[in-house]
T-cell receptor
Framework: SAVISQKPSRDICQRGTSLTIQCQVD?????MFWYRQQPGQSLTLIAT?????????ESGFVIDKFPISRPNLTFSTLTVSNMSPEDSSIYLC???????????FGAGTRLSVL | DAKTTQPPSMDCAEGRAANLPCNHS???????VYWYRQIHSQGPQYIIH???NNETNEMASLIITEDRKSSTLILPHATLRDTAVYYCIVRGAGSYQLTFGKGTKLSVIP
């Protein structure tokens, strides 16, 4: 299994600002994922982040709005840029350890934009 | 990846078995069935997955029909802590993505 820690757990931000969310995994993993969960909705994949390559974004999500870093095999960040109230969501980090067919999730970052 | 259909909500009495159905009639031969749950305000928690055979672990059992078009997640003795949204997801062997639907909101009642 993998234990995933996210920081911050929650934040309240002003529109127009940016927030960087950190995700730390307790073991080396090849694949990491970032999801968004809007209020009352299910999870939507934002992007897949592999170490050593550019993140792959899903339809509807762009790098300028959600830049991602993946500097090593245990860490990733997601930045929510130029925030608006529509960005108020829970952002979740996920990782898939090598050799396993299971994705594990962090507890999420609850973001409110005023 | 195949789509799944789940009832939006279910109730279960505490201590009884909770049987959560999932329909995945368009599943193909190399696609796995995964179950996750999300307890309020937490990240999704992996429960179990399978390809063809029934599977059991310390949390639950997964029963997959012979034609693989549907499955049932069984929580043998539901407790109040099992109240959550349960997601049935079909994922191809060559795919790394999990596509979450709306899931089933299970309420365990004292």
């Amino acid at each position: 299994s993998a234990v995933i820690s996210q920081k911050p757990s929650r934040d309240i931000c002003q529109r127009g600002t940016s927030l960087t969310i950190q995700c730390q995994v307790d073991s080396q993993v090849t694949m990491m994922f970032w999801y968004r969960q809007q209020p009352g909705q299910s999870l939507t994949l934002i992007a897949t982040a592999n170490q050593g390559s550019e993140a792959t974004y899903e339809s509807g999500f762009v790098i300028d709005k959600f830049p991602i870093s993946r500097p090593n095999l245990t860490f990733s960040t997601l930045t929510v840029s130029n925030m608006s109230p529509e960005d108020s969501s829970i952002y979740l980090c996920s990782a898939r350890p090598g050799g396993q067919n299971i994705q594990y999730f962090g507890a999420g970052t609850r973001l409110s934009v005023l | 990846d195949a789509k799944t259909t789940q009832p939006p909500s279910m109730d279960c009495a505490e201590g009884r078995a909770a049987n959560l159905p999932c329909n995945h009639s368009t599943i193909s031969g190399n696609e796995y069935v995964y179950w996750y749950r999300q307890i309020h305000s937490q990240g999704p928690q992996y429960i179990i997955h399978g390809l063809k055979n029934n599977e059991t672990n310390e949390m639950a059992s997964l029963i997959i029909t012979e034609d693989r078009k549907s499955s049932t997640l069984i929580l043998p003795h539901a407790t109040l802590r099992d109240t959550a949204v349960y997601y049935c997801i079909v994922r191809g062997a060559g795919s790394y993505q999990l596509t979450f639907g709306k899931g089933t909101k299970l309420s365990v009642i004292p």
